[in-house]
């Protein structure tokens, strides 16, 4: 790669960077086989993924808040977040878009499913959500990594929302647990993955430096969702000055906490999505801080 120029000559000679994104392939392998030469056609692909991904978020906001305004004032936020532009106009990134859609999916079918057990209706219709559930999350898995940031959205559910016993709700969790399992084996039993770079960090390659980007990367992240600066100025700064920012964020964030921790008591949607947000942020911190 080097002496193609794809990689410059400083890269590590044991670099390796490997995505298992077969159902993504698939797509970049469809638009160049039909239209190889028209990138417009390509971004409106990405326009149609998107706009099925913000009707997708927005369900999950209903059935997680029910029929109120604050769940389409929600849905109108995540669809005009400036925060998706880059999977939206970057053609290769459709990866996340395609994640983002399978897997919140997932979300839906398993909240449905477990809605059905406890409401003592139809166990065949409970069945069916749950495998439905199981073939998404797959799908959502191969269509990129991003897909693990949103299925924790799911074992946050089974915290907070489920109503049934917790021996019931680990039941629950079992068969996705099995296809996560199988598909991080699968993973790294084809050697994909990424090892002598800082950009990705594979978790089970480098564990240690994994538990620094996460104690790093984590408050970075959450300052540039809920305030200003961006995430991505971090990658900008040096490393004293990118720790000095990821320390003040910390204690931004900290101070957030305390002031959402009365709103969190007592309110079990809310507390779904804010479990969710912080299982979510653990893959997340893998790559570099990126709103």
């Not at 495998?131 to 924790?152: F, K, Q, R, Y």
């Amino acid at each position: 790669a080097q002496e193609l120029g794809v990689e410059p000559w400083w890269t590590s000679p044991d670099f390796r960077l490997a995505f298992l994104r077969p159902l993504s392939s698939l797509t970049d392998a469809f638009d160049f086989a039909l239209f190889p030469d028209c990138a417009p056609a390509m971004h409106l692909e990405n326009a149609l993924i998107y706009a099925v991904l913000a009707f997708i978020v927005a369900h999950l906001f209903r059935t997680v808040i029910g029929m109120h305004w604050t769940a389409g004032l929600a849905g109108f936020l995540y669809a005009a977040s400036d925060k998706n532009a880059i999977p939206l106009v970057w053609i290769s990134n459709r990866n996340a878009l395609l994640a983002a859609v399978f897997g919140f999916g997932a979300v839906i079918a398993h909240v449905r499913a477990r809605e059905i057990s406890c409401g003592a209706a139809s166990p065949t219709a409970a069945r069916a959500m749950q495998v439905a559930s199981v073939v998404l999350v797959a799908l959502a898995l191969t269509s990129g990594e991003a897909a693990l940031a949103v299925l924790a959205y799911i074992p946050a559910y089974a915290l907070t929302l489920d109503l049934a016993p917790w021996r019931a709700r680990a039941r629950s969790l079992a068969p996705i647990a099995l296809v996560v399992v199988g598909w991080l084996g699968a993973y790294h039993a084809l050697g994909y993955g990424t090892h002598g770079g800082d950009f990705y960090i594979d978790p089970l390659d480098r564990p240690l430096a994994f538990a620094v980007a996460l104690a790093t990367h984590a408050p970075v992240l959450l300052l540039g969702q809920f305030a200003l600066p961006p995430a991505d100025i971090a990658v900008l700064q040096s490393p004293p000055v990118a720790l000095r920012f990821a320390m003040i964020a910390a204690a931004i964030c900290v101070a957030g906490a305390v002031l959402f921790a009365r709103v969190l008591r007592g309110n079990e949607r809310a507390s779904f999505f804010a479990v969710g947000l912080a299982f979510a942020l653990v893959p997340v911190c893998a790559t570099a801080p990126n709103d």
